[in-house]
C-alpha cells in the first residue's frame, strides 16, 4: 500500500495503545476511578494543565520550525548533503533515547515526590539520574567516535547508490557523527535538568531557554557558519555547518537548564497548592 500503508499502520498502532491504556486506567480502581462526575473537566484543573502544557507544546513547535528552517538549508547544499542529514538523524534517534528516557524517569520522579511532599527525596533523584545518563552518553559517544561510519553506512543502500556519492554519504556522515558526539552528554544534561525543571511545574523557562538556543542560536548560526565556509565544492556551504550549530546550540542549551535549574526557584513555584522550601 506504499506511503497509505505506513500511514494505516501508524493510525491503527496509536489507536490500539490508546485502547490498552483506557483498559489498563479501568482495572486501576484503587488508585483512579473513572465515572461521568470526575470526567466533567474543572477549570481550576484546566487552568494549571494549560499553564504547564501550553510552553511545553510551544517547545516543540520551535522544534519543528527550526528543523524546517535548517532542512531549508540543507536542501541548498550538494545534492547527497540530504541524504547524510537524514542518515545522520536516524543515528540521532537512537543515540538521544537513553537521555529522553532517563528524563522522563527524573520528571516522573520529582513531579511524585513534589506531590507527596517527599522533598528530601529530589536530590538522591537527581544525583541517580544524572550519573546513570552520563555513564549510558559515554558509552554512546564512544560508539559513535569508534563506529560512526558503520553506522551511517547501515543507513545507506549501497547497492542502489552511487559509489563515488555513497563514500562521500559515509565519510561526512561518520565525521558529522564525531562533531556531534559531545553533544549527547550535553542532551543528557538537558533532559535531566529540564525534566526537574517541568517536574516542578517551570515549563516556562524550557521554552525561553529552547527559543533562545534553536531560534536565536542554531538557526543563524547555520547559515553563517555555512557562508562562512563556502568554497567553489561547496558553493553554499560545507554541510559541517549543520552539525557545528547543533552542537553549539546543545551545549548552551545545556549551560542555560543547568544554571536554571541552580537558581533554585523551581523549588518556591506553587504547582499542587504547597510550597517547596526544601533545599
Known amino acids: 500500500m506504499g506511503v497509505q500503508g505506513v500511514a494505516l499502520a501508524t493510525i491503527l498502532a496509536q489507536g490500539i495503545s490508546g485502547l490498552l491504556c483506557i483498559v489498563r486506567l479501568l482495572r486501576m480502581k484503587d488508585i483512579v476511578e ?9 477549570y481550576d484543573v484546566c487552568k494549571k494543565i494549560l ?43 537512537f543515540a538521544v533515547l537513553p537521555a529522553f528516557t532517563f528524563g522522563l524517569a527524573i520528571s516522573t520522579y520529582i513531579g511524585q515526590n513534589i506531590g507527596a511532599g517527599r522533598t528530601d527525596r ?16 559515554a558509552v554512546i559517544v564512544l560508539a559513535l567516535l569508534l563506529f560512526g561510519k558503520q553506522f551511517i553506512a547501515f543507513f545507506i543502500n ?19 557523527l564525531k562533531i556531534l558526539a559531545a553533544g549527547y552528554i ?37 547559515y553563517l557558519l555555512a557562508a562562512w565556509n563556502s568554497s567553489e565544492d561547496w558553493t553554499n556551504g560545507h554541510p559541517d555547518a549543520l552539525f557545528f550549530s547543533l552542537l553549539i546550540s546543545w551545549l548552551l542549551n545545556a549551560l542555560l537548564t543547568y544554571l536554571r535549574y541552580r537558581q533554585g526557584k523551581w523549588r518556591q513555584i506553587d504547582l499542587v497548592g504547597q510550597k517547596n522550601d526544601e533545599n
Open 34 to 42: 473513572i465515572t461521568k462526575k470526575n470526567l466533567i473537566p474543572k
Open 51 to 93: 499553564k504547564l502544557g501550553l510552553p511545553s507544546g510551544i517547545t516543540q513547535g520551535i522544534f519543528s520550525l527550526a528543523l524546517v528552517m535548517v532542512q531549508s538549508l540543507t536542501n541548498q547544499m550538494a545534492d547527497f548533503v540530504p541524504a547524510i542529514n537524514t542518515a545522520i538523524m536516524r543515528v540521532d534517534g
Open 122 to 137: 529530589l536530590k538522591p533523584g537527581e544525583r541517580a539520574a544524572l550519573c546513570l545518563t552520563l555513564c549510558v552518553s
Open 158 to 176: 549501497e547497492e542502489n547508490t552511487d559509489p563515488i556519492i555513497y563514500q562521500h554519504v559515509v565519510e561526512l556522515g561518520g565525521r558529522g
Open 186 to 222: 550535553a542532551m543528557g544534561i538537558i533532559q535531566i535538568y529540564g525534566g526537574i525543571l517541568r517536574a516542578a511545574g517551570d515549563t516556562l523557562s524550557t521554552m525561553v531557554i529552547s527559543l533562545i538556543t534553536t531560534v536565536a542560536v542554531r538557526v543563524p548560526l547555520a
